[in-house]
C-alpha cells in the first residue's frame, strides 16, 4: 500500500462531519476560546472621562440671587463620561457645576461638539447650582468678562469631549442604587386660604436616592469614572455668600473622587429636583459641604454593591414635544387683572401694565401664548440600564414615575439637560392656578414663576400626559 502524504491523510480524516462532531464535544468540554464559545460583552463597551476647571472670574455676578461674586470658596467643574459600543454607538454625558443653559445655547454648543468631535449625541446637564452662573451661548466677539469666560468655557467643552473620545479604552460598566437624601419637598398649602408656599414639607414627595454608573478599566479593574445622581436644588450656601461654589454636588464629587482615587472623574446629574429644596436652605458653606459628603458617602456605597450590566449594545433615542401654555383668559377676566395691578403702595404698577397689554393683543388675535419646548432622551444598555432626560425644572414625581414604569432593570433620571424655560410642575399643581405657588401658579398670581414671562404662566393642565407620553415613545414596545 502506497503512504499519502501526511497531509492528504489529515485532510481526508477531517472530513465536514468529523469537524463537526469534534467541535462539538470540545464546545462541551468547556475548552474553546471565549470568543468562539460566547461573546464577551465586557468588551463591547468603551469609556473615556475627562473633566475642566470652569471657575468664573471673581467680579462675575452670581445669577440667584444676583450679587458680584468676590472670592472662590470652590471651584467649578465641567466633567464628561464618554460611552461608546462594538457597534460605534455612543454618547457623551457632560456635567456642569452652573445653574443652567437656555436651548440656544445647548443647541450650539452640541453642534459644535458634532462638529469639531464627530460626536453625534451629547447630553449638556446642569447641576443648578445657584451658587454659580448661567451659560449662554458662544458670543461673536470677546468685550469683557462675561464673554470672555463664555467663549473659553465653550472651548474648555469641546476640548474635554475630544480628550475623553481619545482615550476611551475596554471597560465594565456596572449600575447601583443607595438610599440617598440630600433635601425636602418644597411646597406647602397654607390651610387659610389654599394657597401653596415654600417651606419644608417632611410629607411631600422626594427622591431618596442617589444613582450610580460604574465604568471599570478592563485593564486595571478599577473605576475610571463615575456618573451619579440625585434630586435637590443646590441651596444649601446661603444666598448672601459672594463666594462662587459647587455647592452640595462638587463636595459629593470631592468625596467620590477620595474614595475611588484622584484619577476618578465624577459625573454629576440633577434629578427632578424642581419641587425639591437641599437642605439646610441658604444656611452656610460647611453644611453644603457636609450634606455633600454625606452623598457622596450613599453614592460609594451604591459603587461597591453596584451589579454588573449585561447589555452588549448601547442606544441612544431622541423625542420632541410642545407643552401648550395655560390658556389666556376672557376679555372680562384681563380687566380685572389690570384693575389690580398695582405695586405695595397701592400705585399701578406699569410694568404689570405693559405686560397685561401684551397678552390682550394674544386675546385680540384669538391666539394662546406660545408652548414650551420638551427634548426627552433616553440612553439604554440592552433591557438593564436607561438614563432619561428632560429638559427644565421638572418635579420629582417625573423620575419617580420613570422609576416605576421604565422597561429597565434599572434607571436614573435627569432634568435641567439639553435646555430649558422653568418650571414644569404636574396637573395637580397647575390645576390650582393662581393658588400654585412660586413654581406653578397663573395669573393674576405675579410670584409665579412663569407669569412675566412670554408664556403668561405655566403650561396648560394636560401637559403632564404630554410629557410621559413622550418619554415612553423612547422605550422598547412589548411584543
Known amino acids: 500500500m502506497t503512504a499519502r502524504p501526511i497531509a492528504t491523510q489529515l485532510v481526508s480524516f477531517w472530513n465536514p462531519i468529523h469537524l463537526i462532531l469534534v467541535l462539538f464535544v470540545v464546545a462541551c468540554l468547556g475548552i474553546l476560546p471565549a470568543s468562539t464559545a460566547t461573546a464577551d460583552h465586557h468588551l463591547s463597551f468603551k469609556a473615556g472621562a475627562a473633566e475642566r476647571d470652569i471657575t468664573v472670574p471673581v467680579g462675575m455676578q452670581i ?10 470658596h470652590d471651584p467649578l467643574h465641567a466633567r464628561v463620561l464618554y460611552l461608546e459600543d462594538h457597534q460605534g454607538n455612543h454618547v457623551a454625558i457632560v456635567g456642569f457645576d452652573l445653574i443652567g443653559g437656555g436651548f440656544d445655547t445647548c443647541d450650539q454648543l452640541r453642534a459644535e461638539i458634532k462638529e469639531k468631535t464627530g460626536v453625534e449625541n451629547t447630553l449638556l446637564a446642569f447641576s443648578h447650582n445657584h451658587s454659580s452662573v448661567g451659560l449662554g451661548p458662544r458670543p461673536k466677539e470677546i468685550v469683557d468678562t462675561v464673554t470672555g469666560w463664555t467663549n473659553e468655557t465653550h472651548n474648555a467643552v469641546v476640548e474635554m ?3 475623553a473620545k481619545a482615550k476611551a479604552e475596554p471597560v465594565k460598566l456596572r449600575m447601583g442604587r443607595a438610599d440617598a437624601q440630600v433635601g425636602f419637598n418644597r411646597r406647602l398649602v397654607d390651610k387659610r386660604n389654599g394657597h401653596t408656599f415654600m417651606g419644608v414639607n417632611k410629607k411631600g414627595p422626594v427622591v431618596p436616592w442617589v444613582n450610580v454608573l460604574v465604568a471599570d478599566s478592563q485593564k486595571t479593574g478599577k473605576p475610571i469614572a463615575v456618573l451619579f445622581q440625585h434630586a435637590a436644588h443646590p441651596v444649601i450656601v446661603p444666598h448672601l455668600s459672594r463666594l462662587t461654589s459647587a455647592d452640595y454636588p462638587g463636595a459629593a464629587a470631592r468625596r467620590i473622587q477620595e474614595g475611588l482615587g484622584e484619577g476618578v472623574v465624577a459625573v454629576f446629574g440633577q434629578g427632578g429636583g424642581g419641587n425639591i429644596n437641599g437642605y439646610p436652605l441658604r444656611s452656610s458653606h460647611e ?3 457636609a450634606a455633600g459628603r454625606k452623598l457622596g458617602d450613599a453614592a460609594l456605597k451604591a459603587v461597591a454593591e453596584a451589579e454588573e450590566i449585561n ?3 448601547l442606544s441612544v433615542k431622541f423625542a420632541q414635544s410642545w407643552l401648550p401654555s ?6 372680562e377676566v ?4 389690570v384693575d389690580a395691578a398695582k405695586d405695595r403702595e397701592g400705585n399701578v404698577d406699569q410694568g404689570k401694565v405693559d405686560h397685561l397689554n401684551k397678552l390682550k393683543a394674544l386675546i385680540d388675535a384669538g391666539e394662546n401664548p406660545p408652548p414650551r419646548r420638551f427634548d426627552a432622551y433616553a440612553v439604554m444598555i440592552g433591557s438593564d440600564w436607561c438614563l432619561v432626560t428632560m429638559p427644565h425644572e421638572m418635579f420629582c414625581q417625573y423620575e419617580l414615575w420613570i422609576d416605576e414604569k421604565a422597561p429597565f432593570k434599572r434607571t436614573m433620571t435627569f432634568a435641567y439637560t439639553n435646555g430649558g424655560q422653568g418650571y414644569v410642575a404636574v396637573d395637580e399643581a397647575w390645576k390650582l392656578k393662581e393658588k400654585g405657588g412660586y ?3 397663573s395669573l393674576p398670581n405675579w410670584g409665579g414663576s412663569g407669569s412675566r414671562s412670554e408664556f403668561f404662566g405655566p403650561p396648560e393642565v394636560g401637559s403632564e400626559k404630554i410629557i410621559k407620553d413622550t418619554i415612553e415613545s423612547l422605550w422598547p414596545k412589548d411584543n
Do not use: F, N
Not at 395655560?326 to 376679555?331: D, I, L, W
Open 63 to 72: 445669577t440667584h440671587y444676583p450679587r458680584i461674586s468676590k472670592g472662590v
Open 161 to 163: 469631549i475630544a480628550e
Open 287 to 289: 453644611l453644603a459641604d
Open 311 to 313: 447589555g452588549d449594545t
Open 326 to 331: 395655560a390658556r389666556v383668559p376672557t376679555v
Open 334 to 337: 384681563w380687566q380685572q387683572w
Open 439 to 441: 413654581e406653578a401658579g
